[in-house]
Structures are given as structure tokens and as C-alpha cells.
């Protein structure tokens, strides 16, 4: 399983809502609610519960100098997980 998403931190709302939606105009105001953004371990714990393995866990920004998306350790704002189910 696969899931991509934006982290609920300070920093994600300075820059996935607040710089993204009301500085550089990218999105609507309004497209993200902070309260609905999700901490990884929101997202692993169930999943351990459910017999899911996480695989990774990786963080993604966007460089505007290259005009392309990169990953990066940093989880802070974008991050993914990938999970797998062990064979019983």
C-alpha cells in the first residue's frame, strides 16, 4: 500500500497552505484544512494493527528552481509510506 500526504505540522500549514494557497496562488484558498492533515505514525499505527510492514517512509519537496518534485529525509511537510503485508 502506498499513501502520500502532508505531515500536520507548523511547517507544513507555513508552507502547504499558507505559502501555497495565499502567497504563490498555486491552489484556492481553502484546499487544505490543517486539522485534516495527517502525522505519520496517524497513518502507520493503524496499519501495524492491520498486519501491515512499513517499508518506507520518505519525505518529498518541490524544488521551483527545477520545476520538479524530489524526495528528501526531510518528512516535515510531504511525506509518503509504503507498507507491505507479509506473507501468512
Do not use: C
Request: glycine share 4%; aromatic share 10%; no cysteine.
Amino acid at each position: 500500500m502506498f499513501v502520500a500526504t502532508i505531515n500536520r505540522t507548523l511547517k507544513a500549514g507555513a508552507l502547504a497552505i499558507f505559502a501555497a494557497e495565499r502567497v504563490l496562488r498555486w491552489l484556492p484558498p481553502g484546499t487544505h484544512q490543517y486539522e485534516k492533515l495527517v502525522r505519520p505514525e496517524e497513518i502507520e499505527t493503524p496499519l501495524k494493527a492491520a498486519g501491515m510492514e512499513i517499508v518506507e517512509r520518505q519525505g518529498v519537496f518541490y524544488n521551483m528552481l527545477t520545476d520538479s518534485w524530489n524526495r528528501s529525509a526531510d518528512t516535515d511537510v510531504n511525506y509518503m509510506v509504503l507498507t507491505t503485508r507479509p506473507e501468512a
